[in-house]
């Protein structure tokens, strides 16, 4: 049936009822089965048929489980500019804002699925609006927003009392929230949330899923030293997001790779890896989480003593996280910047630097990150033969460190 024209996934999702074909695929299933392409279509209650506003929902629904979301973005759109009812309208919003995070526009998403929410709540829909929710979250992660782990347990929340409950939906919190936990460096959090994400998916296997955590695990395994275990998850991501031709997360997973293989010190390869990256989002169009690529090759260029390029770099990524207010992405800019103007001989400036990225991290109350900074500016203080000022770095880092290192333990028995 579905030939090489769709998916037959699209065709199974159609075939269970958990989505509707568009006019053109619909136009194909009439064609293979030899039925009238009238007999598929729903009747109105004059008895005519067409259009209606619930089949044109069904149709959103549709763009976007085929992941057609230029096209799913666009139909919304124009469907807003007609007069809906409320349920039609809430759930276009809903089906725009899912369309607009996976073209990486959260904050032009962020204001339809705020509005999707609160209409759900309004027709009394909890399910509509966990879902929501859980986007909403999607969306904030995206802009590096602080309110997205809020948002997300918010989701988890309301999603376990559900009845009858969404395990699926559950499953993609749960990860969802563990990603979270990566970003923020809670490592040892991240780890048990992607674990109970495996939990609740149970034998259902959704393969965009897999591949987000598989590619969360290798910068988990990463953060933990655990170096070979680390590549392994990642290259089981690049792997799987390259079946679901998904360039923003193939890029996001090869700058994460990248990283891996820059600490083992195989700069050519990772240097690869970071231009392959920029070249998937700028296939997507994707401006969220380039800075961070740009990032990496600033360092990169840093280890390998191209001081001329490692500033051109972190300058470039600086500027796109200022422009895009990408908080953990100007404070790594920030340390970028106080270590490459330390290798200068600027020792004032390089001071300025990781004093901006420690009171950044320390607004954004980020201890592991804030631990991790405190610990790069004590070795650059101890190069420069600041003893007194290095130790106190590192005591500040130590401290941080200790609740850490306190559930290590605990966890090792």
Same mark, same amino acid.
């Given at each position: 049936?579905?030939?090489?024209?769709?998916?037959?996934?699209?065709?199974?999702?159609?075939?269970?009822?958990?989505?509707?074909? %568009?006019?053109?695929?619909?136009?194909?299933?009439?064609?293979?089965?030899?039925?009238?392409?009238?007999?598929? #279509?729903?009747?109105?209650?004059?008895?005519?048929?067409?259009?209606?506003?619930?089949?044109?929902?069904?149709?959103?629904?549709?763009?976007?489980?085929?992941?057609?979301?230029?096209?799913?973005?666009?139909?919304?759109?124009?469907?807003?500019?007609?007069?809906?009812?409320?349920?039609?309208?809430?759930?276009?919003? +809903?089906?725009?804002?899912?369309?607009?995070?996976? #073209? %990486?526009?959260?904050?032009?998403?962020?204001?339809?699925?705020?509005?999707?929410?609160?209409?759900?709540?309004?027709?009394?829909?909890?399910w509509l609006a966990v879902e929501c929710l859980d986007w909403e979250a999607g969306a904030l992660y995206l802009m590096e927003d602080l309110r997205a782990l809020k948002v997300a347990e918010d989701a988890l929340r309301r999603c376990r009392e559900l009845n009858p409950p969404?395990?699926?939906?559950?499953?993609?919190?749960?990860?969802?929230?563990? %990603?979270? !936990?990566?970003?923020?460096?809670?490592?040892?959090?991240?780890?048990?949330?992607?674990?109970?994400?495996?939990?609740?998916?149970?034998?259902?296997?959704?393969?965009?899923?897999?591949?987000?955590?598989?590619? $969360?695990?290798?910068?988990? +395994?990463?953060?933990?030293?655990?170096?070979?275990? &680390?590549?392994? +998850?990642? !290259?089981? &991501?690049?792997?799987?997001?390259?079946?679901?031709?998904?360039?923003?997360l193939s890029g996001r997973a090869e700058n994460e790779l990248g990283i891996l293989l820059m600490r083992q010190g195989e700069l050519k390869r990772a240097e690869a890896l970071f231009v392959s990256a920029l070249a998937h989002f700028d296939a997507a169009k994707a401006e969220?989480?380039?800075?961070?690529?740009?990032? %990496?090759?600033?360092?990169?260029?840093?280890?390998?003593?191209?001081?001329?390029?490692?500033?051109?770099?972190?300058?470039?990524? +600086?500027?796109?996280?200022?422009?895009?207010?990408?908080?953990?992405?100007?404070a790594t800019a920030h340390q970028l910047r106080g270590q490459l103007r330390a290798r200068l001989g600027a020792d004032s400036e390089a001071d300025k630097e990781f004093e901006t990225a420690l009171a950044l991290l320390q607004s954004l109350g980020l201890t592991d990150r804030?631990?991790? &900074? !405190?610990?790069?500016?004590?070795?650059?203080?101890?190069?420069?033969?600041?003893?007194?000022?290095?130790?106190?770095?590192?005591?500040?880092?130590?401290?941080?460190?200790?609740?850490?290192?306190?559930?290590?333990?605990?966890?090792? $028995?």
């Amino acid at each position: 049936m579905a030939g090489s024209d769709i998916t037959r996934q699209a065709i199974h999702l159609i075939e269970t009822g958990k989505a509707r074909p %568009s006019a053109a695929v619909l136009e194909l299933i009439a064609q293979r089965t030899g039925r009238p392409y009238s007999a598929f #279509l729903r009747r109105k209650p004059d008895g005519t048929s067409g259009p209606t506003a619930s089949i044109q929902v069904k149709e959103l629904e549709w763009l976007c489980l085929d992941r057609r979301y230029d096209e799913a973005a666009a139909t919304a759109l124009k469907l807003l500019g007609e007069a809906l009812p409320l349920p039609a309208e809430v759930e276009t919003r +809903f089906y725009l804002g899912q369309a607009l995070v996976q #073209l %990486s526009r959260p904050d032009e998403a962020l204001p339809h699925l705020e509005a999707a929410c609160a209409g759900a709540e309004q027709l009394s829909d909890p399910w509509l609006a966990v879902e929501c929710l859980d986007w909403e979250a999607g969306a904030l992660y995206l802009m590096e927003d602080l309110r997205a782990l809020k948002v997300a347990e918010d989701a988890l929340r309301r999603c376990r009392e559900l009845n009858p409950p969404l395990p699926r939906t559950e499953a993609r919190i749960l990860e969802h929230i563990a %990603s979270i !936990h990566v970003r923020n460096h809670t490592i040892d959090t991240a780890i048990t949330y992607y674990e109970a994400a495996i939990k609740a998916a149970g034998s259902v296997r959704d393969l965009s899923r897999l591949a987000r955590t598989y590619h $969360g695990l290798g910068i988990a +395994f990463q953060e933990r030293g655990q170096l070979e275990r &680390a590549a392994e +998850f990642a !290259h089981k &991501a690049i792997s799987l997001y390259a079946l679901e031709e998904d360039h923003v997360l193939s890029g996001r997973a090869e700058n994460e790779l990248g990283i891996l293989l820059m600490r083992q010190g195989e700069l050519k390869r990772a240097e690869a890896l970071f231009v392959s990256a920029l070249a998937h989002f700028d296939a997507a169009k994707a401006e969220r989480v380039r800075s961070h690529v740009l990032l %990496s090759l600033g360092e990169l260029y840093l280890l390998s003593g191209d001081l001329t390029r490692a500033g051109e770099f972190i300058d470039a990524g +600086f500027e796109h996280a200022e422009r895009l207010s990408e908080s953990l992405a100007l404070a790594t800019a920030h340390q970028l910047r106080g270590q490459l103007r330390a290798r200068l001989g600027a020792d004032s400036e390089a001071d300025k630097e990781f004093e901006t990225a420690l009171a950044l991290l320390q607004s954004l109350g980020l201890t592991d990150r804030l631990a991790q &900074a !405190h610990g790069e500016y004590a070795r650059m203080l101890e190069a420069r033969g600041d003893h007194e000022r290095s130790s106190g770095h590192w005591r500040a880092a130590a401290e941080l460190a200790l609740p850490r290192l306190a559930r290590d333990k605990v966890r090792a $028995g």
